[in-house]
């Protein structure tokens, strides 16, 4: 950790009176990151240094991954403290926007977004990896229903006789336990600091928005969205002036060394060498006291006949930790 991201994460500390943990994963084509199980271990270890503490702030930016790692990451960050927050400089889509229903707060400024968390599938069919959405196929069914005008049960079973032609029965199996998953899963956050009986409605809607509401996979949640329309209220707290720019001072420092602002140019990062030795930075996992880095170090290779280029790994993708130095 460089000294000014520290210093930039004491200063959001004690304007949030909380310990601040960043977990950062890059969006950078074609080297991204994701949300997986991988980091649960690397999370403990940031947690025990930690020790238990009132509240913890997860200052959180990534597009999703694997949605079996957001359930044991947000039960064990909450084995530390009484508070939970997430804070969203930018991006905290898919699999992050269901860190941040376990959150007391979401802390969100202007540039946040959540997304819908409603589950895509990818299947090996003849070959090649196709995405389903249950949400396609659930729409499907409705456009031969509600729009065409099929009501009758033979025909609405010709329908989804055609559909199984085209998906295989297996797959809708699949993708219907996966929808059914995540609204258990988004649920069962939510809980976790919605525990009164007069937020039940408050969650019902959260779930239902989140899942099959908002019609598309890729639709960005801006804050007053959050707040109003998908049922979050008071859980969102719009960031202060103060707390908008320390927030934005940290991402744009991780930004810098994840370089998400920059296309990844191998010509140009090869500076007409035979060969160039680089590491991309893909993901952190930081605090005060403890550092989680992962990198991927890659080789650049320029054929000075053919002026052709090629990228080769340059070592074993992986994780390092450093304790900070106070």
């Known amino acids: 950790m460089n000294k000014l991201i520290h210093g930039q994460i004491s200063s959001l500390e004690k304007s949030r009176g909380s310990r601040v943990i960043t977990y950062l994963t890059s969006d950078r084509a074609p080297f991204p990151a994701q949300i997986a199980l991988d980091v649960l271990p690397l999370f403990y270890q940031t947690l025990q240094s930690i020790k238990k503490t009132k509240k913890i702030s997860l200052f959180l930016f990534s597009t999703g991954g694997n949605l079996d790692a957001p359930w044991p990451l947000v039960n064990m960050i909450r084995e530390y403290c009484d508070e939970f927050e997430v804070i969203i400089p930018?991006?905290?889509?898919?699999?992050?926007?269901?860190i941040a229903l376990g959150a007391n707060k979401i802390v969100m400024t202007p540039l946040s977004q959540l997304s819908p968390i409603?589950?895509?599938g990818t299947f090996l069919m003849e070959g090649k990896q196709?995405?389903?959405?249950?949400?396609?196929?659930?729409?499907?069914?409705?456009?031969?229903?509600?729009?065409?005008?099929?009501?009758?049960?033979?025909?609405?079973?010709?329908?989804l006789r055609l559909l199984a032609q085209e998906i295989k029965p297996h797959i809708l199996g699949s993708l219907n336990r996966t929808h059914m998953r995540i609204r258990h899963l988004a649920k069962s956050m939510l809980e976790m600091h919605l525990k009164d009986p007069k937020y039940d409605k408050d969650l019902v809607a959260i779930v239902n928005n989140l899942t099959q509401l908002l019609g598309s996979h890729n639709h960005l949640i801006q804050r007053?969205?959050?707040?109003?329309?998908?049922?979050f209220r008071d859980i969102i707290e719009f960031a202060d002036e103060d707390t908008e720019k320390k927030v934005g001072d940290i991402f744009s420092e991780y930004a810098k060394s994840m370089e998400l602002d920059q296309p990844f140019d191998p010509i140009k990062l090869s500076n007409n060498e035979p060969q160039k030795d680089i590491i991309i930075y893909r993901a952190y996992i930081e605090s005060l006291d403890i550092s989680h880095v992962f990198s991927s170090p890659m080789k650049i290779l320029l054929d000075a006949a053919t002026k052709q280029i090629n990228?080769?790994?340059?070592?074993?993708?992986?994780?390092?930790?450093?304790?900070?130095?106070?």
């Open 90 to 98: 930018f991006k905290a889509l898919s699999a992050a926007t269901l």
């Open 311 to 326: 990228i080769q790994p340059g070592g074993p993708d992986a994780w390092s930790t450093v304790k900070v130095e106070k």
């Open 118 to 120: 409603d589950p895509e």
């Open 224 to 231: 007053r969205e959050a707040r109003d329309a998908i049922g």
């Open 130 to 159: 196709e995405n389903y959405s249950v949400e396609d196929v659930v729409s499907y069914i409705e456009f031969a229903k509600d729009k065409v005008g099929i009501a009758e049960s033979q025909p609405l079973s010709e329908v």
